[in-house]
């Protein structure tokens, strides 16, 4: 991080955006986004170094979205900071922060949505209805918005990424998708800015979804290739430290699709569980 960073400037409106963006391309300038939700943590940060080390400026959106949250979700009690996260922004070298209200970004109710049928309620989508077409919709709108050369995910939202991607992919959008790894705790658990909704108790238990993931892959390293076994060695270490399961799958890295009952090459386990009353995901290549 900068000492004697410049500040963000945070703005507010999209077309005030737009039209920065805009002139900022017109003199040959590259742009870099990290869209978020804001409630910055080290996995952020390093998405925005990532954009600040290969693009003129960069700008990190915050926006909490509610089009991507169920009605029993989190959306209201969803952790907010502008002014401490707009500093962490500026410390990272990003130039500007957009941070829009909700009735800026839907000055009038959604009726136009990104979709990917084939994969939008898989995995994560199954319990999360409408979630995967409002974080394309929303990302969709932002590209249009702050017209990036490159816009910066990070691989911990797996099912996300490879989401985005294929949008990218699908509507030609000339944006290139940058996917960075994640940015752990020290015993393991994926950063999460809803990490903070857990007990001192359950975030150390929590420790055990990633220790479950890199149970699976030794396992799979050792020649083991039973899905079913793989699957096993998740939940196990995960229950036997009081978390529940919402589902273990394990898919091919590329498309995404789950793989059989036989695990060979490029595969991925996906994984989604409650510690106490909080939902955390994770993943780890096999
Ligand atoms: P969020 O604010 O949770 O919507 O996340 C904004 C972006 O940061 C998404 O692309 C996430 O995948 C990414 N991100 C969240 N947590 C981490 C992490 N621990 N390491 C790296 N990237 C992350």
């Not at 658990?189 to 909704?197: G, P, V, W």
């Amino acid at each position: 991080m900068r000492k004697h960073a410049e500040k963000s400037k945070i703005i507010r409106s999209s077309p005030a955006l737009q039209k920065i963006s805009k002139k900022m391309l017109a003199q040959g300038k590259s742009i870099g986004l990290v869209p978020t939700m804001g409630a910055l943590h080290k996995g952020h940060v390093s998405l925005i170094e990532k954009s600040v080390k290969s693009n003129d400026v960069t700008i990190v959106s915050i926006f909490v979205n509610p089009v991507q949250f169920g009605a029993n979700e989190d959306f209201a009690k969803y952790p907010r900071r502008l002014l401490a996260d707009a500093k962490l922004c500026g410390e990272a070298g990003a130039s500007i922060v957009f941070a829009p209200e909700p009735k800026d970004m839907y000055p009038l109710p959604l009726q136009t949505f990104v979709h990917n049928p084939a994969l939008e309620n898989l995995y994560c989508g199954a319990y999360r209805p409408g979630h995967f077409a409002g974080v394309l919709s929303v990302v969709a709108k932002l590209f249009n918005i702050a017209m990036p050369c490159k816009a910066y995910f990070g691989e911990k939202d797996f099912q996300q990424l490879h989401l985005i991607r294929r949008m990218a992919c699908d509507l030609n959008f000339s944006v290139k998708i940058i996917g960075a790894r994640t940015i752990r705790e020290k015993n393991g658990l994926a950063m999460s800015s809803r990490n903070e909704y857990l007990s001192t108790e359950e975030r150390a238990a929590a420790g055990s979804i990633y220790a479950g993931l890199l149970a699976a892959k030794k396992l799979h390293g050792q020649g083991e290739v039973s899905a079913a076994k793989l699957k096993s060695a998740v939940k196990e270490r995960i229950e036997r430290a009081s978390g529940k399961i919402q589902y273990v799958e394990i898919v091919n890295k590329n498309d995404l699709m789950p793989v059989g009952t036989k695990v060979l090459r490029n595969a991925v386990v996906l994984v989604a569980c409650y510690f106490g009353k909080t939902r955390l995901i994770d993943h780890v290549e096999l």
